[in-house]
């Protein structure tokens, strides 16, 4: 069965510091992957996603992700994050191929909270 | 774009109602739909995937005669949950699923609306 592994349950930061949230999945085939953020009492918002192409994806609000298959990794980054980055953060996998149903497989979530 | 709503956003029943939550997708078409239950400090777990036109598919363990599914249009579903206990207070949120055709191929994104707060006394 597909999982999907996000290391870090909470990262405490100061603005300005650089970020790499990691995100890790168990599937061997061909896969699409999202990174999601919910902010303090909102809904779940799409940060980025990666169907093919150059694995380096840039997102919204200066987020990135790099997409490593050998490694099986999905890690999210920032340069440099702001309080207003505080959030919990959610990689998820999508298996469109293979005879997985296409449905989402999130992890269990990132909290980070930036220190101003 | 790819907007979804759910209403209502919060709502407290007694123990034994009925309680319906709807999902729309304000600005495109969903043929698929999905509803999610999150437990605090929790990750989404997926209950549901429901179809236009055609019976929801459950995850495993998840009664469907308890939580019933209607997905009667292009852009709404409805999640009903049937004879309430406090058990079943959570957070359900639902996802709406895009789908665009790209040289690289089919590409599909799930966009998820703001969730329900339900709590059972």
């Known amino acids: 069965a597909q999982s999907v592994s996000q290391h870090n349950h909470h990262v405490i930061l100061s603005e300005a510091a650089s970020l790499e949230l990691g995100c890790n999945y168990s599937?061997?085939?061909?896969?699409?992957l999202f990174w999601y953020v919910q902010y303090p009492g909102q809904h779940l918002q799409l940060l980025l996603k990666y169907f093919s192409g150059d694995p380096l994806v840039k997102g919204i609000k200066g987020f990135e992700a790099e997409f490593i298959k050998s490694k099986f990794s999905f890690n999210l980054r920032k340069p440099s994050v702001q309080w207003s980055d505080t959030a919990e953060y959610f990689c998820a996998v999508n298996a469109p191929y293979g005879g997985a149903t296409n449905k989402l497989i999130f992890g269990t979530g990132t909290l980070l909270a930036v220190q101003p | 774009g790819a907007v979804v709503s759910q209403h209502p956003s919060w709502v407290i029943c007694k123990s034994g109602t009925s309680v319906k939550i709807e999902c729309r997708s304000l600005?495109?078409?969903?043929?698929?739909m999905f509803w999610y239950r999150q437990f605090p400090k929790q990750s989404l777990m997926l209950m549901a995937t429901?179809?236009?036109?055609?019976?929801?598919?459950?995850e495993q363990g998840v009664e469907k005669d308890k939580f019933l599914i209607n997905h009667a249009s292009l852009t709404l579903s409805t999640l009903t949950v049937t004879s309430a206990h406090p058990e079943d207070s959570s957070f359900y949120i639902c996802?709406?699923?895009?789908?665009?055709?790209?040289?690289?191929?089919?590409?599909?994104?799930?966009?998820f609306g703001p969730g329900t707060r339900l709590l059972v006394l």
């Open positions: 429901s179809n236009e036109g055609s019976k929801a598919t459950y």
């Open positions: 599937y061997g085939g061909t896969v699409n």
């Open positions: 600005d495109f078409q969903a043929t698929t």
């Open positions: 996802s709406a699923r895009a789908e665009r055709t790209t040289a690289g191929g089919p590409e599909e994104t799930q966009y």
